[in-house]
């Protein structure tokens, strides 16, 4: 079940053009080490080209892949009027296939229910295209794509369609964003707390739904007043035995599904990630090429380490730099009521616990190695793909954080 009126009240704060939400306190976005830790899912992979599929390629894929007849997926296509198929008629086709002890074909059927009534539902909520199905062919090869990273596609795709005011429905897994909101707002809304299953690889099994009170007049306004004080700005830390911190959530380019792209740019959402927010960059162009997004995705080290260096552990979880509200109030519309004359930049009190930088901040040796490993990395041209690479990145994220 979804609160329909706080998922509203979101998705007008959802840009498009930063792939973000504007706070009044900034900008946050449900990043990639999100997707991983309420998921399970890997985000790291190849990303699915399917091949053109139509309706007779949908019913010869159904045939070949699902085990049914030309008659029964021909009156299937008919039904939805296209390359798609039914939920509830793939839940017969498996129940039909484990009967006849068909595994892979039920296999197959289930699978592509899954993600269609999940990480890619559409708007309908009732239909899977035909496209996915080729995504099971070789069940023993399905680990090889970024699962993680195209729900985060696909849910990206849909926040920016529901900007536009026409838009009626919306798709995307919204367990998925609903989820997102109860980890980092916790006094939002009701929340169906089940506790935190340190073992469970999927944190969003913590979550179960209870009913919201609020209409979404009242989320706007209630947002509109939320502090950095109001969020948990790193829920994940008590999650890093299941899932540990992976350097790709820090890329910054271009994701896609299929021929949907989007853009990742967590520059804009440093805070997330226990780091001070300075003003970022401009939002990145659009790809001319899918080609370009697979290049930038495949060489997803470049970004990360040209990051690296801007990057200075917060002292308390909400740090920004000096002017960074000034700049996004300047370029942003953060309220979404009308306030009595003009919006005026918020002025936050920076919590006592954060008096005593020296508590949270690294030593200074712990910095200059942090630095030395930086420099090595940057000379060798490693990447995090090899395994020792893969050790040294981590001990300069861990160089970089927070003690405390």
């Known amino acids: 079940m979804i609160d329909n009126n706080l998922i509203s009240a979101f998705v007008e704060r959802w840009h498009s053009e930063t792939s973000s939400f504007h706070m009044p306190f900034g900008e946050m976005t449900i990043t990639l080490d999100d997707v991983a830790n309420l998921l399970g899912l890997p985000i790291r992979g190849e990303f699915y080209s399917p091949p053109d599929v139509d309706r007779v390629t949908a019913c010869n894929l159904a045939v070949h892949l699902l085990g049914v007849t030309t008659e029964e997926i021909w009156e299937e296509t008919r039904k939805t009027r296209g390359a798609h198929y039914r939920l509830d008629w793939l839940k017969e086709v498996f129940r039909r296939q484990c009967a006849a002890e068909r595994f892979d074909c039920a296999a197959r059927a289930y699978l592509l229910n899954l993600v269609g009534s999940t990480i890619f539902a559409d708007k309908s909520h009732t239909l899977v295209d035909a496209k996915y199905l080729p995504l099971f062919r070789y069940l023993d090869g399905i680990d090889r794509y970024a699962w993680g990273t ?118 804009r959402c440093l805070r997330q990630f226990g780091y001070i927010q300075y003003i970022p960059s401009p939002p990145l162009p659009d790809p001319a090429r899918l080609f370009d997004v697979d290049v930038e995705w495949l060489g997803y080290v470049t970004p990360v380490t040209e990051l690296f260096p801007k990057l200075r552990p917060a002292t308390y979880p909400s740090e920004c730099e000096d002017g960074y509200l000034e700049w996004f109030y300047q370029v942003s519309h953060p309220l979404l009521v009308r306030p009595d004359g003009v919006p005026q930049v918020p002025r936050y009190s920076v919590p006592p616990t954060s008096a005593d930088a020296s508590s949270s901040q690294p030593p200074p040796i712990l910095q200059q190695i942090g630095d030395l490993i930086q420099q090595g990395l940057s000379e060798h041209q490693a990447s995090p793909d090899d395994e020792l690479y893969r050790h040294f990145y981590k001990a300069l994220y861990l160089s970089r954080s927070r003690t405390s």
């Open 150 to 267: 195209a729900a985060l596609v696909v849910l990206y795709d849909y926040l920016s369609d529901a900007c536009y005011y026409d838009t009626k429905q919306l798709g995307g897994y919204m367990t998925l964003l609903q989820c997102w909101i109860y980890e980092y707002f916790p006094n939002i809304c009701n929340r169906g707390d089940q506790g935190a299953d340190v073992e469970c690889f999927a944190r969003m099994n913590r979550w179960c739904y209870k009913q919201g009170k609020h209409k979404v007049h009242e989320y706007r306004s209630i947002i509109d007043a939320l502090t950095p004080a109001d969020v948990i700005w790193r829920p994940w830390e008590n999650h890093r035995g299941v899932i540990p911190f992976d350097d790709i959530t820090l890329y910054t380019g271009h994701i896609r599904l299929c021929s949907t792209v989007a853009k990742y740019l967590p520059e």
